[in-house]
């Protein structure tokens, strides 16, 4: 009987401390575990920097290595809502002579320029409504709410070759073609 009894104090208990456990655990991401570095912007790096190599690279794998992903999640004071929001951000890891160099550029897209030139969320995104131009009057904020929002062209998915030509894409119908040299938008 005792033991029944010590055992529940346990109980409460570690279920106490659980919970304090999962609090510090959890950050202020909308309640998601560990993913806070993921969801911080970084700032590009266009000019290529070398890279420290374990190991060695054979010389002939040779060429570029492109990826990209969302990189910034904050414009002025506002955040994107969800982790797939982030403006796009390109990078770049050149191989050639068992050297490794690194740069990324951000995307010149639209939604990019649209919201950077704003300073605040401009254009919605797959997780992050805009909110009304807080230039406008009342009718017309009101008004925005039933206007259509034009699809994105933040393509923070990913590279697409086609006949040659590379582009990044998204789930939208828009892609960007981009020099893979130089990381820079084409429009």
């Known amino acids: 009987m005792d033991t029944v009894k010590h055992q529940k104090k346990n109980t409460s208990a570690l279920k106490k401390s659980k919970s304090v456990k ?11 575990p560990s993913i806070e570095k993921i969801v911080s912007s970084v700032e590009d790096t266009p000019r290529p920097i070398s890279t420290q190599i374990v190991g060695t690279i054979p010389e002939w794998i040779k060429g570029n290595f492109l990826r990209n992903g969302p990189g910034k999640f904050e414009i002025g004071n506002h955040k994107f809502n969800h982790w797939f929001d982030g403006m796009a951000l390109m990078h770049q890891f050149k191989i050639s002579n068992g050297q490794v160099t690194y740069k990324s550029r951000f995307l010149s897209s639209d939604s990019y320029q649209t919201n950077k030139e704003h300073n605040r969320i401009a254009i919605s995104e797959f997780g ?22 034009k699809p994105t062209d933040n393509a923070n998915v990913s590279f697409v070759t086609y006949k040659g030509d590379y582009y990044v894409s998204t789930e939208t119908n828009i892609m960007h073609k981009v020099d893979p040299d130089t990381l820079e938008t084409e429009k």
């Open 128 to 149: 992050t409504v805009t909110m009304p131009d807080p230039c406008k009057n009342v009718f017309q904020r009101f008004l925005s709410r039933f206007e259509s929002h």
């Open 22 to 32: 999962n609090i510090n655990h959890y950050t202020n991401v909308h309640g998601l």
